[in-house]
């Protein structure tokens, strides 16, 4: 039966029916030799009565291929190429056929063409979500494997069809699916799809991050890194992809990068495992505190006076809180300007031996300059007196005595801190900071506090040999005391006294 209407709705169909296999990204590798040929520009079909039924199929021409069927076409009678009618229904969205040739007797996961897929995998090459609604209502079976080992789920992510993707997973269909190499639709992703997407999407459905494939092994990680996928390989550690899991030749998505000299990504995945080193380190000394905070509790010793409220510990004897460096110092002397560090128990020593030296050096510069002005400048003090001596030094080289001025200035203050410095280690065994605070307490008491009568002055030698922990040819022995973890006077406890010196 032919009409008029029959005929204009062959030539409005001007694009024909729609192989799949066309995605993006270079992914054409999946069509198949049927959908290939169907990809050949039809000719506008004229007359649609003399439509066969795969033709009519393709452009929807309801009325003639109800009528074939009627006269006795079987719907489930595949065409040479063994596709059958309804896949050719599902690739061209054509809902209406679906449905009559369902209700016909179709069978829904009809496996055809060169890759034996199903219509539903047809359909969803192709992106068309209101067939695989349909189809899913007539029961097929998104968890089918074609022919190069893909399920529904996969052809979606390999296609980028993010809205079949979404409505499979609300379905039920697994995030986690495997291929039939034990890739899942995230690995796939990762390694077939170069962009951020639709790695990103699929990671909104909480996909597992550390499977591994059957066959090498890879995790996600490693699929986005073997693939150089740049965008994927951020979005996967973003999520919080292991950097640790090994494939089946030993390698870390890091030695994977760095095999393949892709400097950005070796860049991206060194960053975030010195990140997360770092977070485990704060985690584990957060940790670490509480406990102490509990132990010091529970054995009834937090107490605020010697409990440190910025680095939550307690603090050991002669230590203190230093807010530039922002930690307790054991056995504090001083925040030094000129080394900007604290000055304590483990660089004490390094810093009078810092002020000995500057001080030989500038002293030195000093004398050195005098010699070169008594050899190059013909004056000397005793002959034209002070004023012209000094103009004539002046005169003869300024820039040595700009020298001389700075070591000048150096040697009086390294000169002055050492002297102070050594008087307070060998004649008080104090620090600078204590024997200020002692100072200070003593201007508030009746009686005069000899600074010379602390628990920590052990006599002269002793206090010296204990500083340095060095021996004097066996007349003294040094004391070894660790001050970082010292809270009570129990070293010398014929001379304990309670002094805190915080
Ligand atoms: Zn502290
Ligand atoms: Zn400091």
Same mark, same amino acid.
Request: a positive charge; hydrophobic letters at 40%.
């Given at each position: 039966?032919? /009409?008029?209407?029959? /005929?204009?709705?062959?030539?409005?169909?001007?694009?024909?029916?729609?192989?799949?296999?066309?995605?993006? @990204?270079?992914?054409?590798?999946?069509?198949?030799?049927?959908?290939?040929?169907?990809?050949?520009?039809?000719?506008?079909?004229?007359?649609?009565?003399?439509?066969?039924?795969?033709?009519?199929?393709?452009?929807?021409?309801?009325?003639?291929?109800?009528?074939?069927?009627?006269?006795?076409?079987?719907?489930?009678?595949?065409?040479?190429?063994?596709?059958?009618?309804?896949? *050719?229904?599902? =690739?061209?969205?054509?809902?209406?056929?679906?449905?009559?040739?369902?209700?016909? /007797?179709?069978?829904?996961?009809?496996?055809?063409?060169?890759?034996?897929?199903?219509?539903?995998?047809?359909?969803?090459?192709?992106?068309?979500?209101?067939?695989?609604?349909?189809?899913?209502?007539?029961?097929?079976?998104?968890?089918?494997?074609?022919?190069?080992?893909?399920?529904?789920?996969?052809?979606?992510?390999?296609?980028?069809?993010?809205?079949?993707?979404? #409505?499979?997973?609300?379905?039920?269909?697994?995030?986690?699916?495997?291929?039939?190499?034990?890739?899942?639709?995230?690995?796939?992703?990762?390694?077939?799809? =170069?962009?951020?997407?639709?790695?990103?999407?699929?990671?909104?459905?909480?996909?597992?991050?550390?499977?591994?494939?059957?066959?090498?092994?890879?995790?996600?990680?490693?699929?986005?890194?073997?693939?150089?996928?740049?965008?994927?390989?951020?979005?996967?550690?973003?999520?919080?992809?292991?950097?640790?899991?090994?494939?089946?030749?030993?390698?870390?998505?890091?030695?994977?990068?760095?095999?393949?000299?892709?400097?950005? =990504?070796?860049?991206?995945?060194?960053?975030?495992?010195?990140?997360?080193?770092?977070?485990?380190?704060?985690?584990?000394? *957060?940790?670490?505190?509480?406990?102490?905070?509990?132990?010091?509790?529970?054995? /009834?010793?937090?107490?605020?006076?010697?409990?440190?409220?910025?680095?939550?510990?307690?603090?050991?004897?002669?230590?203190?809180?230093?807010?530039?460096?922002?930690?307790?110092?054991?056995?504090?002397?001083?925040?030094?300007?000129?080394?900007?560090?604290?000055?304590?128990?483990?660089?004490?020593? #390094? #810093?009078?031996?810092?002020?000995?030296?500057?001080?030989?050096?500038?002293?030195?510069?000093?004398?050195?300059?005098?010699?070169?002005?008594?050899?190059?400048?013909?004056?000397?003090?005793?002959?034209?007196?002070?004023?012209?001596?000094?103009?004539?030094?002046?005169?003869?080289?300024?820039?040595?005595? #700009?020298?001389?001025?700075?070591?000048?200035?150096?040697?009086?203050?390294?000169?002055?801190?050492?002297?102070?410095?050594?008087?307070?280690?060998?004649?008080?065994?104090?620090?600078?900071?204590?024997?200020?605070?002692?100072?200070?307490?003593?201007?508030?008491?009746?009686?005069?506090?000899?600074?010379?009568?602390?628990?920590?002055?052990?006599?002269?030698?002793?206090?010296?040999?204990?500083?340095?922990?060095?021996?004097?040819?066996?007349?003294?022995?040094?004391?070894?005391?660790? *001050?970082?973890?010292? @809270?009570?006077?129990?070293?010398?406890?014929?001379?304990?006294?309670?002094?805190?010196?915080?």
């Amino acid at each position: 039966m032919e /009409g008029p209407g029959l /005929g204009s709705q062959c030539r409005n169909h001007s694009h024909g029916p729609h192989p799949p296999g066309f995605g993006r @990204y270079g992914i054409c590798a999946h069509e198949n030799k049927e959908l290939a040929n169907a990809r050949e520009a039809l000719p506008l079909i004229e007359d649609s009565s003399n439509c066969d039924i795969v033709k009519a199929t393709q452009y929807g021409i309801f009325e003639r291929c109800k009528e074939l069927v009627e006269a006795g076409y079987d719907v489930r009678q595949p065409d040479k190429e063994n596709v059958s009618l309804l896949h *050719w229904a599902a =690739i061209n969205n054509r809902l209406d056929l679906v449905k009559f040739y369902i209700s016909k /007797g179709a069978v829904v996961d009809q496996l055809g063409g060169d890759l034996n897929s199903t219509p539903l995998h047809w359909a969803i090459r192709q992106g068309h979500l209101p067939m695989v609604i349909l189809l899913l209502q007539h029961g097929a079976d998104p968890t089918l494997i074609d022919g190069e080992g893909f399920s529904s789920i996969h052809l979606a992510v390999l296609f980028q069809h993010m809205p079949i993707i979404a #409505y499979l997973i609300s379905k039920g269909q697994s995030v986690n699916m495997t291929a039939v190499n034990g890739q899942t639709p995230l690995m796939l992703s990762a390694h077939k799809v =170069i962009g951020p997407e639709p790695t990103g999407f699929l990671l909104k459905f909480n996909p597992s991050l550390n499977v591994v494939d059957k066959i090498h092994q890879n995790t996600p990680l490693h699929w986005a890194v073997a693939a150089g996928n740049v965008n994927a390989v951020d979005k996967l550690l973003e999520a919080g992809s292991s950097l640790d899991i090994q494939n089946v030749k030993g390698e870390t998505p890091l030695d994977m990068a760095l095999q393949n000299k892709n400097q950005l =990504i070796i860049h991206m995945l060194k960053t975030e495992a010195k990140m997360r080193t770092n977070q485990k380190f704060r985690l584990w000394r *957060w940790l670490q505190k509480c406990e102490n905070i509990i132990t010091l509790a529970e054995t /009834g010793c937090l107490d605020f006076r010697t409990f440190c409220t910025s680095c939550l510990i307690r603090k050991p004897l002669r230590s203190l809180h230093c807010h530039v460096c922002n930690s307790c110092v054991a056995r504090y002397d001083q925040h030094c300007l000129w080394t900007g560090r604290c000055i304590g128990f483990g660089n004490h020593h #390094y #810093y009078i031996f810092f002020l000995f030296f500057l001080s030989m050096v500038c002293g030195w510069i000093i004398y050195g300059s005098f010699i070169y002005w008594s050899n190059h400048c013909a004056t000397t003090f005793k002959e034209d007196g002070l004023w012209t001596y000094l103009n004539q030094i002046v005169a003869c080289s300024p820039w040595v005595l #700009y020298i001389l001025m700075l070591a000048t200035f150096h040697f009086s203050w390294s000169t002055f801190l050492l002297l102070n410095q050594l008087f307070q280690i060998a004649f008080l065994g104090l620090t600078s900071h204590e024997r200020i605070s002692l100072l200070k307490q003593s201007k508030h008491m009746k009686q005069t506090l000899s600074l010379r009568k602390t628990p920590y002055n052990l006599g002269f030698m002793q206090n010296l040999a204990d500083f340095f922990q060095c021996g004097c040819f066996g007349l003294v022995k040094p004391c070894v005391v660790d *001050w970082t973890s010292q @809270y009570t006077m129990v070293f010398h406890p014929a001379r304990e006294k309670v002094l805190r010196s915080v």
